[in-house]
């Protein structure tokens, strides 16, 4: 910067800048003002719908703590985040890296990976429970031809959040892979020219040259899959409903039973308060993390 | 040539094909799930209830038939639905364009964390708990039985987006030119408008996909505030779901014709898409 | 225009139906003040012509009979119908987030009575039908209230004597049972409990990918199967006159171990994810031996496009258990919401949809068994029914040996959602006894609130 703009800029214009946001805030504030007070409001009460509405305070909140399926589902929540987070990472960076190679029909391969990201999510897990179907569906089949022996799928305890969360990555590597796509394609090439001149192998290259420069890429896409996987609905809905029992029953899930199968919305307000703070802790614990990446 | 020149020619020969056979078959790899769940949705649809329900599973289907799709149009009011997603998405996609990348680029210079944590509230918050209040609101106003309520619902979805994407692009971009408009005597309108808006396009072109794509998709807002004539296209599908038995066919035909438009839009932008999001990092600097 | 009830029109007769022995249905008399006949001449059927009305419907035969003659309602009324069939969960959530808008946006809808009948009634969202029905210039005079069997009336009416709702379907629990299989094994139909466990046996061969039953085993969905073995040890899962939930009895243990018994031991893998429809696509594929599940799911069983198996359903009742036998059922009603603004207009469609032709209908369809006795006993109607005469045999067989499949309270989900997990868990290997136990713990404080 030249130094009448450094002058300029440090007279503060910093300042002035709020009012192009105003709007936003203001469309913001009027969705969301009411039904935060509301859900506030109501956490404090015991409300069934179809019964009179009664003023408990904290009782709600303490009842949660106490609630073993509460505690069940945030256990569920966090394994089921924790998988669909480092799995779509993991094969978004690797598929980043080979879209980021020049090779024929890239164009068209593009177009077809993104594809599941696109897809609507209520329709695909429609098919996908088709696909899962123990007896008649077509992943079981092809299981069997290459003798391997047919799986549950969904229909049990122990293999239904792994399958929920293979539908999952299926849908967000794409977004993932473009995320660290847009950091490869700005990455500059100098530094592995002169790296090559030194004789480094691939391995080298991507260890000490790549991955640096895409980490605050890469922390990005984290930081995006966590808050979505956090509050994933409409596949876990579609393909278990929470189950079997509550085997898959997230916190969502469970928010959801209580307030629109139970009617109690009481109850259902202080989930989605304490729903709430976990992911604003865990997104903070993210976003610092960003800060420290932060390149340029 | 020599010996061993020839047979190290030979083994660089080699090596090479070899990698690029092992990264073709990545290619494959990364690309087949995607292509081939799509294909097994356009199988069942086109297939009759015995050929569905056949295991082992039948691939071709012999013959193909239409039934399904026009079972789907006759049971239920697709074009209807089709027509609330359309004004639906694209009505809260232009809203937040207007008021989206002002608020980016604002927030943006300001380095207004707390108000960007704010606007960004909207996203984190689980969307269910919107639902019951917010009706409420919409029966007090009198708006339930038309769009209204699903069309401000989704502005929740598609604002946040935009301005989370233009705030990190515009942090991205270069500020010299617009000191250099401020200078010359613009209002910081203007050097909004005539200076960064232009440049903004990639960011732009990113958050309107995004958005369209997260709003078309959105199911449990048109499903809950929806009435019959007012619901959206994915809340319809789940509705599709027959008595009689779980209809595979009709249910992958519903389920296709629901993505449809957006794969094509996809297919058509992908290159948009991608240099959007790619030349949102940084360019030189 | 405005209804005012004309009390000095109202024919004050009681009339005692008697016992329509004929159907086998129990029909219990039935003591109404009815408009008859002899006012004839003051209803008129075009009477609303030119309104238009909004019907929200669950999604099944009912509903598929219902909207296949809308246009006709249309040309009989004038009246204009907007209607929708929504699946059972969401209709069910729906319908209950717009009741507590305080403006629904129907003006009829179809209830579960077996799930919410004490909700809809405790918050009194309907209007009360027995006004209507008395009030004979808006009922038909041939509507012949007294044609309603006794059954479907207890189940139409709440405790404190408001009819909400008017009866449109009861729904029997029986076993379907694939005819050739057992056939080829020489089993008969099983009369008993330990009956209905050797046939299993006898029938599943796992290494052909047969097997002998076949239930719900989803969570939520499941708890009819479970209540109808509990209903065999002559239990209900809770005593109406105590509100005391029952389910750590003996017999409701029993039950949560011959559900464990049978599925884990007898149906294919996977049955923890089946609902009625994964369970009823699994029979009609022909490897399945017996299909527990309501009498209604038939049609598709005998349709060739749809099932492998036409001509070899067989159809059976209950068998005995040890205490008793009795056949779970459940039921829909129709009704009118208080805040509508057409009542008069609504009630012309409820009627219409439970009149004896709409019966008649629903009954030949195989979709249903309506709640009226003529129905059962008309000649011409019974000769029309799709289905194998076997099936209305069973169909009659079972309503006679009916009993309630869930318990009257108001938290129906919840209670459905508690005890399904329970006895999902159990399939999974879980001990039944512990698990009934933890269900029972969990879900006494919410009963105890919600009837206080």
Redo the contacts between chains.
């Keep these: 910067?030249t130094a009448?703009?450094a002058a300029?800029?440090a007279r503060g214009?910093?300042?002035?800048?709020?009012?192009?946001?105003y709007?936003?805030?203001a469309?913001?504030?009027m969705?969301?003002v009411?039904?935060?007070l509301?859900?506030l409001f109501m956490s404090a009460h015991e409300w069934?719908?179809?019964?009179p509405r009664e003023f408990v305070g904290f009782a709600n909140y303490v009842k949660l703590a106490g609630d073993p399926?509460f505690l069940e589902s945030i256990g569920h929540t966090l394994w089921f985040t924790l998988l669909s987070v480092v799995l779509p990472i993991a094969?978004g960076t690797?598929?980043a890296l080979?879209f980021n190679?020049r090779?024929p029909l890239r164009?068209f391969?593009?177009?077809?990976?993104?594809?599941?990201?696109?897809?609507?999510?209520?329709?695909?897990a429609?098919?996908?429970k088709?696909?899962f179907?123990?007896?008649?569906?077509?992943l079981n089949?092809i299981l069997t031809s290459v003798g391997l022996p047919?799986s549950?799928?969904?229909?049990?305890?122990d293999t239904v959040i792994p399958t929920l969360v293979m539908v999952e990555v299926?849908h967000w590597t794409?977004l993932v892979m473009?995320?660290v796509?847009?950091?490869?394609?700005?990455?500059p090439t100098e530094p592995y020219e002169s790296a090559r001149l030194d004789g480094a192998n691939a391995w080298q290259m991507f260890r000490y040259i790549t991955l640096p420069l895409i980490m605050p890429?890469v922390v990005?896409a984290v930081v995006i899959r966590t808050?979505d996987a956090l509050?994933a609905?409409?596949t876990i809905f579609?393909i278990?409903?929470g189950?079997?029992?509550?085997a898959s029953e997230t916190i969502?899930i469970y928010?959801?039973?209580q307030?629109?199968?139970?009617?109690n919305?009481g109850y259902a307000?202080a989930i989605?308060v304490v729903?709430?703070v976990l992911?604003?802790v865990l997104?903070m614990v993210l976003l610092w993390l960003r800060q420290k990446s932060k390149w340029? | 040539m020599s010996a061993p020149a020839r047979t190290s020619e030979l083994s660089w020969l080699a090596r090479r094909v070899a990698s690029k056979l092992a990264f073709g078959f990545a290619v494959f790899v990364i690309v087949s799930p995607a292509i081939l769940v799509m294909l097994w949705m356009l199988s069942l649809s086109l297939k009759n209830e015995v050929d569905n329900m056949a295991y082992p599973p039948v691939f071709i289907p012999s013959p193909p038939t239409l039934a399904n799709f026009e079972a789907v149009f006759e049971n239920s009011n697709l074009m209807r639905y089709l027509v609330n997603s359309l004004l639906v998405t694209g009505g809260a996609t232009l809203v937040a364009i207007l008021v989206g990348v002002p608020a980016g680029y604002g927030i943006a210079k300001a380095s207004a964390h707390r108000t960007a944590i704010c606007i960004l509230i909207a996203r984190i918050t689980p969307a269910l708990s919107y639902l019951i209040p917010l009706y409420m609101m919409f029966q007090m106003l009198g708006l339930t039985g038309s769009l209204w309520p699903i069309f401000i619902t989704h502005l929740v979805i598609t604002i946040p987006i935009f301005v989370y994407v233009m705030i990190g692009f515009f942090e991205s971009l270069p500020p010299d030119l617009e000191e250099a408009a401020l200078i010359d005597g613009c209002t910081l309108w203007q050097a909004f408008r005539h200076v960064a808006l232009p440049l903004a396009r990639p960011g732009i072109v990113v958050a309107m996909i995004l958005s369209i794509i997260f709003s078309w998709n959105n199911f449990v807002f048109g499903a809950v505030l929806g009435g019959r004539q007012t619901r959206t296209l994915p809340a319809a599908v789940y509705n599709m779901l027959t008595f009689e038995q779980v209809a595979w066919g009709p249910l992958a035909a519903a389920a296709l014709l629901v993505t449809a438009p957006v794969l094509v839009l996809t297919l058509f932008i992908q290159k948009e898409i991608v240099g959007g999001l790619t030349a949102g990092g940084v360019k030189g600097g | 225009m405005t209804m005012t009830t004309r009390k000095e029109n109202r024919r004050g007769l009681s009339r005692r139906a008697a016992l329509r022995a004929g159907a086998g249905l129990l029909a219990a008399p039935a003591i109404m003040k009815v408009a008859t006949a002899q006012t004839s001449g003051a209803f008129n059927w075009r009477r609303f012509a030119g309104q238009s009305i909004e019907v929200s419907l669950t999604l099944g035969p009912r509903a598929n009979v219902l909207r296949a003659h809308e246009k006709e309602f249309t040309e009989l009324t004038g009246i204009k119908v907007g209607s929708e069939a929504v699946p059972e969960q969401q209709h069910r959530q729906q319908v209950v987030i717009q009741f507590n808008s305080g403006n629904p946006q129907f003006d009829v809808l179809t209830v579960s009575l077996h799930v919410q009948k004490r909700l809809v009634g405790k918050a009194k969202w309907l209007h009360d039908m027995k006004p209507l029905l008395a009030d004979s210039q808006l009922t038909a005079p041939d509507y012949d209230f007294p044609d309603f069997t006794g059954g479907g009336l207890r189940w139409a009416t709440q405790g404190d004597g408001r009819m909400d709702t008017l009866p449109l379907n009861i729904d029997p629990w029986m076993i379907y049972y694939n005819k050739e299989l057992f056939a080829a094994r020489g089993l008969a139909f099983p009369k008993t409990f330990e009956e209905i466990v050797m046939a299993a046996e006898k029938l599943t061969d796992k290494a052909s990918g047969q097997f002998g039953w076949v239930s719900r085993g989803l969570k939520n969905a499941n708890v009819p199967v479970w209540t109808s073995f509990m209903l065999g040890y002559d239990v209900d899962p809770v005593n109406t006159k105590t509100i005391q939930l029952q389910t750590m009895t003996d017999g409701a243990i029993a039950a949560a171990e011959y559900y464990k018994k049978l599925n884990r031991e007898f149906a294919p893998p996977g049955t923890v994810g089946f609902n009625w429809n994964e369970a009823q696509t699994s029979f009609s594929q022909g490897k399945i031996g017996m299909w527990i599940d309501g009498i209604g799911f038939a049609p598709p069983l005998e349709d060739p496009t749809k099932s492998r198996i036409v001509g070899k359903v067989g159809y059976g009742v209950m068998p005995q258990g040890p205490k008793a036998r009795h056949s779970a059922t459940f039921a829909d009603g129709i009704g009118i919401p208080v805040a509508s603004k057409k009542r008069e207009a609504a009630y012309l469609y409820c009627q219409w949809a439970t009149s004896k032709l709409m019966c008649n209908r629903l009954l030949q369809s195989g979709g249903g068994s309506p709640c009226r006795a003529s129905s059962y006993t008309n000649p011409e109607v019974v000769a029309g029914i799709k289905l194998p005469r076997e099936w209305l045999q069973c169909l009659q067989d079972s309503a006679a040996i009916g009993r309630q499949g869930l318990p009257e309270i108001v938290p129906v989900t919840e209670f459905r959602d508690v005890f399904g997990v329970g006895l999902t868990n159990t399939l999974g290997g879980a001990d039944a006894r512990a698990e009934m136990q933890k269900a029972t713990e969990a879900f006494t404080p919410v009963l105890a609130k919600s009837e206080a």
């Design positions: 910067m009448p703009i300029a800029a214009y910093g300042r002035n800048y709020l009012p192009f946001a709007p936003a805030l469309i913001t504030a969705v969301i009411f039904p935060w509301f859900t069934k719908i179809g019964s399926r094969f690797g598929a080979v190679e090779f164009g391969c593009r177009a077809v990976f993104i594809l599941p990201m696109m897809a609507t999510p209520v329709a695909v429609l098919v996908w088709m696909m179907h123990p007896q008649l569906g077509v089949y047919p549950l799928w969904h229909t049990s305890i299926w794409p473009l995320i796509l847009g950091g490869l394609a700005a990455a890429f990005l808050i509050k609905f409409d579609v278990s409903e189950g079997p029992g509550t969502n928010l959801y039973l307030a629109f199968a139970f009617y919305i307000s989605v729903f709430f992911i604003i997104a340029s």
